[in-house]
DNA sequence: CAGTATCCTCAACGATACTG
DNA sequence: CAGTATCGTTGAGGATACTG
């Protein structure tokens, strides 16, 4: 993701927006995401991935996988046979973080609605702002 | 947040993914989490968040604070007095993406060590890797 | 007080040629 | 097949002077 850890030297509550960002850092990339769902369902191959994941690009899919191993939330396992073969399944831990983010999609189709609604007026607010004649 | 919405023709199951990336391009700033923590507790105005929340420049507190307005997770409201008084006040929905998020915060906790042990572990592997002789 | 306007930096991401 | 090595782009974020 984006930022770095700010976290040190917070004080009292700000430990639980901290904690959220430990999460966000992890899987706040742009791919993360779609990797361990895709590990989860079972092994697989790096190509798989590559066409599984529309969009990535080689150089992300690979940056992506080396972080997620290195947190522990996949494993990555070598069949030394030519040509190689290299198969990525998600850890039990980054199951769970799976099921726990179902709670935020849960809140996204909740409000989906709500907030597409409350763009639309905000942006029509503020161009009738920059719009000064209107007329 | 870094990343545009690539969930445009994307198929099936890729839903789940794209549903999780509609938060997280929403929450997944550097300092969103922590205004919708700020103003959830009690209305607070601009300089009681810039020294609430540590680091924070005046204007990413601004861009924030527009964004999470705009998407109806804020509501602002001027008192047209001299000085001027603009408080923020966290909507129901931010209220309920907060509590959403406690499920992420227990994952963190209950995983940081493992994620700490983890890395350690494979940057002494990649180290040892880069470290031809050894001695 | 509550911003806006400017300028700058750097890391995330993209494209792609090359290789064991 | 499964990457690595390079180069280029973009935008999030930081610092800070100025203003209604």
């Given at each position: 993701?984006s930022?770095?850890?700010?976290?040190?030297?917070?004080?009292?509550?700000?430990?639980k927006?901290?904690?959220?960002?430990?999460?966000?850092?992890?899987?706040?990339?742009k791919?993360?995401?779609?990797?361990?769902?895709?590990?989860s369902?079972a092994?697989?191959?790096f190509?798989?991935?590559?066409?599984?994941i529309?969009g990535i690009s080689r150089?992300?899919?690979?940056?992506?996988?080396r972080n997620?191993?290195r947190?522990?939330l996949l494993?990555?396992?070598?069949?030394?046979?030519?040509?190689?073969k290299?198969?990525y399944t998600a850890t039990?831990?980054?199951?769970e973080?799976?099921d726990?983010?179902?709670?935020l999609?849960d809140?996204?189709?909740?409000?989906r609605?709500?907030?597409?609604?409350?763009?639309e007026?905000y942006?029509?607010?503020?161009?009738?702002?920059?719009?000064?004649g209107?007329?």
């Open positions: 993701m930022q770095r850890n700010t976290c040190v030297s917070d004080q009292a509550m700000h430990a927006a901290c904690t959220v960002r430990e999460v966000l850092d992890r899987v706040g990339g791919w993360s995401i779609g990797v361990i769902i895709e590990a369902r092994p697989v191959r190509t798989e991935l590559e066409r599984a529309t150089r992300m899919l690979t940056l992506t996988l997620l191993e947190d522990g494993t990555r396992t070598v069949y030394p046979t030519v040509p190689p290299v198969e039990d831990m980054a199951r973080l799976y726990s983010l179902v709670t999609t809140w996204a189709d909740r409000h609605a709500a907030i597409a609604a409350s763009r007026a942006d029509h607010r503020t161009a009738a702002a920059g719009t000064p209107d007329r």
